[in-house]
């Protein structure tokens, strides 16, 4: 599987370019699942739920599925410190590509998201990991840089860059740690 990160500031516009680039990518045939790193507490269940009312009972996992989805719910007893390759062992294995945005931080190959509006500083002059930047205002990059830089409103072009560059983004679990916290 192919893993690239997004990373960028909140309000910066990773979760629409995600969001396009699921059905640019699909749209080439490829398999897509996204790895979101959540700031905050959140829940994707709901009180009166069985699904709940097992979280309640004290379960430390739930598992609910059907003929169209299955998903999975796991509680922590204390603060658990997840990185992006605990979550990518977590995902099926028939997948081509792997968007994960968010763990800005990580060491994935990332695409950086940067809008000169937003009064953000720019992460690329600092994070080798960072190999292209995608922005609606390249004109206003704060350095230069021989990173491709990629229209952010123009899904089809960053997929096809992705597509393309490929091989870069082959992802060997192998290589990372994946005790489980």
Known sequence: ??????AGYSG???TTLVERLIPALK?????????????????IDHAGK?????????????VV?????????????QPARLTAHHLLAELYEGVDWVLVEGFKDSDLLKVEVWRASAN????????????????DSPDALPEPTLRPVLDLNDPDAVAAWLTDNHERFEYNAELYVSDKP
Not at 1 to 6: A, I, L, S, W
Not at 28 to 40: C, E, I, P, Q, T
Not at 50 to 62: I, L, P, Q
Request: charged share 30%.
């Open 1 to 6: 599987m192919k893993v690239v990160g997004f």
């Open 65 to 77: 599925a059907s003929d169209r989805r299955l998903a999975l719910m796991r509680e922590f007893e």
């Open 27 to 43: 749209f080439r045939g490829l398999r897509v699942s996204v790895v979101k790193h959540a700031h905050h507490k959140f829940d």
């Open 120 to 135: 953000h500083p720019a992460r690329y002059p600092d994070d080798d990991f960072i190999v292209a930047i995608a922005t």
């Open 12 to 14: 910066s516009g990773k």
């Open 50 to 62: 069985d699904t709940h009312r097992h979280r309640e009972a004290g379960a430390f996992e739930v």
